[in-house]
């Protein structure tokens, strides 16, 4: 399903004004996005966040994610927004701060990012 560029626009308005707190993540959070790159953020996992996905027209893309012990849930909105339900918001922005100060996900592709963040998470678990 393609969204119009307003459509986009006023759901991420609707993010910004919710009572939820959506943390930027991906390219766009790396500052390296192209033309095609989606909207990713992740959010605490709870009941009132995924009926207010649900309420926005977000469909439930998969209940885990591949290197990342941290999502529990990817809601999906089209191709153009994804939100990461996760366990433990703070040890998420925790990894997510320390990988963008040191630029460790900068050319990565996809696979390889998954693996530092799953290896930065093990890290965290051992100090």
Do not use: C
């Not at 626009?9 to 919710?18: K, V």
């Not at 649900?54 to 990817?74: A, C, G, K, M, R």
């Amino acid at each position: 399903m393609i969204h119009p560029t307003s459509e986009l626009e006023a759901l991420l308005d609707e993010m910004r004004i919710s009572p939820f707190d959506f943390y930027l993540t991906g390219s766009r959070e790396l500052g390296t996005p192209t033309d095609a790159s989606d909207y990713d953020f992740f959010a605490q996992d709870t009941r009132a966040l995924k009926v207010w996905l649900l309420y926005h027209n977000f469909l439930e893309h998969s209940s885990s994610y591949l290197n990342d012990p941290q999502i529990t849930t990817v809601f999906r909105w089209g191709k153009l927004v994804d939100v990461q339900l996760v366990s433990d918001l703070r040890k998420k922005i925790r990894v997510q701060s320390i990988l963008k100060s040191n630029y460790a996900l900068i050319g990565l592709n996809k696979v390889q990012a998954r693996r530092v963040w799953k290896a930065m998470y093990e890290l965290l678990e051992e100090s």
